[in-house]
């Protein structure tokens, strides 16, 4: 809401000097100042270098927030490392390579190139602070997605399976499951692990159905470890989390996801709340559903990103035209909705220290989205509140 309304603060104050003006400033300024979540820019880009063309998902990761990595390839192959902590110092190495990740820890810097005439890809992993290659690997097929998914394991992507490369020892890659069906044809997205590696969720997105093409099918692979079972669903965007329910001794362990799909030409929104690995006769989490409300003008909209804040129990879908709808964990109410840019965002991460996330969108913003503690309590009661008098009404 910041952000948009600090927009609208300085074009009003510019073009309006009448009360009504004066009066769509204090407006607009109140609207900001009440928000529950806080957009600021943190960086842009641009401003550091980095040619716009290489503004894409295809170019850029960001695997946490101590660090963005941009791939170029003009005026010559390079990595660019950007450092969040000093982000007017960017650090550019001329490297050749297909995708490079940014450890989300410490500086150490993988490496992925497939081998010319094959359909083989090679694996580099990097210290950059010793200027050591710690180890390498050459994958007997593509790896068509991968992500640091703990600062030190590698989540491998190929066709038909999933990997999983330590970074430490001798180890080469280890197979933990097959992709599903509903995956195939796919463009991966996203890969995650919750913080025991037992839960494992892969999401893809492809084409519309002919109904309606424009709105992009989102599909979820979630597999667990122990039972070495998985389960495909219908969905965009999904994260692990934690939550204490009363009565228990220890937290339970939930993913939420969100959907967009259609059905007899009817479109569906929801996000689903979940637990995972619940044990009979011990205190467990009710499995929650929300509807998330398109405006029309965001018919074809999708989410792209979910990011939850363990801080705050808050949980943040992205969409892909710069929506935020954020909910409460627990309940799974609604507790606000807004667009937070106005270019496309292509990339999230955590960022857990502040209890909000990092967005990025194609004009090369780096957006941080930050939770307004002096009215996040009231504004959550207020909604909760009125959630409560509809249901008994």
């Not at 550019?92 to 993988?110: C, E, F, Q, V």
């Not at 007997?140 to 992500?147: H, I, M, T």
Request: charged share 15%; with cysteine; proline share 6%.
């Amino acid at each position: 809401m910041c952000f948009v309304a600090c927009v609208a603060v300085r074009f009003v104050f510019w073009f309006c000097s009448d009360r009504r003006g004066l009066r769509a400033i204090t407006l607009v300024a109140m609207a900001a100042a009440s928000a529950p979540i806080t957009m600021k820019e943190a960086l842009t880009l641009t401003s550091l270098g980095i040619n716009q063309q290489f503004i894409t998902f295809t170019h850029v990761t960001m695997e946490s927030d101590k660090f963005i990595c941009v791939r170029e390839t003009s005026p010559q192959n390079s990595v660019v490392i950007v450092d969040m902590s000093m982000p007017s110092q960017p650090l550019r190495r001329p490297i050749t390579a297909d995708s490079a990740l940014m450890n989300p820890s410490s500086k150490i810097l993988a490496l992925k190139a497939q081998i010319p005439g094959t359909t083989q890809d090679h694996l580099q992993i990097f210290n950059i602070e010793l200027k050591a290659k710690m180890k390498s690997y050459q994958m007997p097929e593509q790896v068509v997605f991968w992500k640091w998914i703990t600062g030190k394991l590698l989540g491998l992507v190929t066709q038909t399976a999933v990997y999983h490369w330590s970074i430490e020892g001798e180890s080469e890659p280890v197979k933990m499951f097959d992709r599903t069906a509903n995956l195939n044809a796919n463009q991966i997205i996203n890969y995650r692990c919750d913080p025991s590696e037992k839960w494992l969720v892969l999401i893809g997105i492809a084409p519309g159905a002919p109904e309606r093409p424009q709105l992009v099918k989102g599909n979820m692979q979630l597999f667990s470890v122990d039972q070495q079972r998985s389960q495909a669903l219908e969905s965009h965007a999904a994260s692990f989390a934690s939550f204490q329910v009363a009565g228990s001794e220890t937290p339970s362990l939930l993913i939420a996801f969100a959907t967009k799909s259609i059905s007899a030409g009817q479109l569906t929104s929801k996000l689903h709340v979940i637990e995972l690995g619940a044990q009979a006769g011990k205190p467990g989490f009710s499995k929650k559903q929300a509807d998330l409300f398109f405006p029309p003008d965001f018919a074809d909209d999708f989410p792209v990103a979910m990011q939850i804040s363990d801080k705050y129990k808050l949980i943040y879908v992205i969409t892909k035209l710069g929506l935020l709808f954020v909910y409460d964990l627990e309940t799974a109410t609604a507790v606000y909705r807004n667009r937070i840019s106005p270019d496309p965002i292509f990339l999230t991460t955590d960022a857990p220290s502040v209890g909000g996330f990092y967005a990025m969108n194609r004009r090369g913003q780096v957006l941080l989205a930050t939770v307004n503690e002096a009215t996040i309590v009231p504004f959550v009661s207020n909604q909760v509140s009125n959630n409560l008098k509809r249901v008994f009404a």
